[in-house]
Antibody, heavy 120, light 110 residues
Framework: QLQLQESGPGLVKSSETLSLTCAVS??????????WGWIRQPPGKGLEWIGN???????YYNPSLKSRVSMSIDTSKNQFSLKLTSVTAADTAVYYC????????????WGQGKMVTVSS | QSALTQPASVSGSPGQSITISCTGT?????????VSWYQQHPGKAPQLLIY???NRPSGVSSRFSGSKSGNTASLTISGLQPEDEADYYC??????????FGGGTKLTVL
């Protein structure tokens, strides 16, 4: 059974870079059948898609975040990562990683989420 | 990137049926049959209920069903149960290999 686990600092200072990793177990991140994605949810608000990455390292980002987001994939460790630069309080959220079916699929499997607070 | 439009809240009594709408554009909901629905209980990660407009993953109750007409997709929950009280989100594939979510709908079971 596939499991996804987010990890990284729970507190980031304003203007710095948020970095999170999603460890995948029970399945290969190198499979051509899936995308790997990040979604976030500010406290009390709705879900926002951040971006997806394919095993080939091709990335797709939310246009509203594109200038600050980068994603990478490490097939040797079966994990993928998110970096969000120049964070502000508006980036405070629960960050989820997820698996999507290639090429048009839904967010089929989710991690439990990682709360990240941006402090001034 | 504008979100898909969902009603902020809906309510129903146990045993009743409710429908949640999700309105987009021809760039997303209306242009592709790749709409999905998610259920989220407080403090929990979202869970997939419906994918590709009408399909249910294994393990999801047949009380949940999806449909689409034009730029609007819908989730129907029949035979409402107390445990259905949760937030519901739609999502769609959007042109240029992006994804978009709806703003979410809070379902109250009276």
């Amino acid at each position: 059974q596939l499991q996804l686990q987010e990890s990284g600092p729970g507190l980031v200072k304003s203007s710095e870079t948020l970095s999170l990793t999603c460890a995948v177990s029970g399945g290969s991140i190198s499979s051509p059948s899936y995308y790997w994605g990040w979604i976030r949810q500010p406290p009390g608000k709705g879900l926002e898609w951040i971006g997806n990455i394919y095993y080939s390292e091709t990335t797709y980002y939310n246009p509203s975040l594109k200038s600050r987001v980068s994603m990478s994939i490490d097939t040797s460790k079966n994990q993928f990562s998110l970096k969000l630069t120049s964070v502000t309080a508006a980036d405070t959220a629960v960050y989820y990683c997820a698996r999507l079916f290639f090429p048009f699929g839904d967010f089929h499997d989710w991690g439990q989420g990682k709360m990240v607070t941006v402090s001034s | 990137q504008s979100a898909l439009t969902q009603p902020a809240s809906v309510s129903g009594s146990p045993g009743q049926s409710i429908t949640i709408s999700c309105t987009g554009t021809t760039r997303d909901v209306g242009g592709y049959n790749y709409v999905s629905w998610y259920q989220q209980h407080p403090g929990k990660a979202p869970q997939l209920l419906i994918y590709d407009v009408t399909n249910r993953p294994s393990g999801v109750s047949s009380r949940f069903s999806g449909s689409k007409s034009g730029n609007t997709a819908s989730l129907t929950i029949s035979g409402l149960q107390p445990e259905d009280e949760a937030d519901y989100y739609c999502s769609s594939y959007r042109s240029s290999d992006t994804r978009v979510f709806g703003g979410g709908t809070k379902l109250t079971v009276l």
